[in-house]
């Protein structure tokens, strides 16, 4: 199996040039997803939040090695700007709605990064989590309460998830769903 850099090699350059620069992941926090890709192998992953695309792009090399299939969420134009066209070979599929709408099922791996105001960050929690297989991933991102209206970790504590956080640019959690496991 292939590393993320060795995953990116040829290709990062052209992601970074095709698709305009957001509010998106840290590379490190690109590279941290992708490798939870390759070690838990996937196949059905939900991301809320796809901006333009990048972090979904970066994630969808690494579904793509171990054969898995990328849903990806967002209520607004900019995910359907074609940045996902420039990368036709990539098993992404995008809906213009709410994270919170998802109806996709057995999910295995979830990146929770659509608005990161506590009552959104609830909301796909509560309609994403019902759908979540035993031994499903969920990594949230924008834990770091840098700007005043996120509150992931509200959201986490007020659903009581037993999360890892991890010390990132932008800060990330990971919530493993052992409450389903036997």
């Given at each position: ?16 040039s ?5 509010d998106?992941?840290s ?28 972090t ?8 793509k ?9 967002d209520?607004?134009e900019?995910?359907a ?26 999910i295995?791996?979830?990146f ?25 991933t ?29 010390k ?10 052992i409450?389903?496991?036997s």
């Open positions: 199996m292939k590393t993320p850099e060795q995953l990116l090699e040829g290709i990062e350059d052209k992601i970074i095709e698709i305009p620069q957001d998106s992941t590379r490190e926090e690109k590279l941290i997803l992708m490798q939870a890709i390759l070690d838990n192998k996937p196949k059905v992953i939900v991301e809320t939040g796809t901006h333009r695309g990048k979904t792009v970066y994630m969808g090399l690494a579904a090695e171990v054969g898995a299939q990328i849903h990806t969420f209520p607004f900019w995910g700007y074609g940045n996902f066209g420039k990368f036709l070979d990539l098993p992404i599929t995008y809906y213009q709605r709410a994270g919170k709408l998802c109806d996709i099922k057995n295995d791996f979830f929770c990064d659509g608005w990161h105001e506590k009552v959104y960050v609830l909301e796909e929690i509560d309609s994403i989590f019902p759908n979540l297989n035993k031994n499903a969920v990594y949230f991102h924008d834990t770091n309460g840098s700007n005043p209206s996120c509150d992931v970790p509200g959201a986490i504590d007020e659903r009581k998830l037993k999360v890892k956080y991890l990132t640019l932008n800060g990330m959690a990971i919530y493993e769903n409450s389903n496991k």
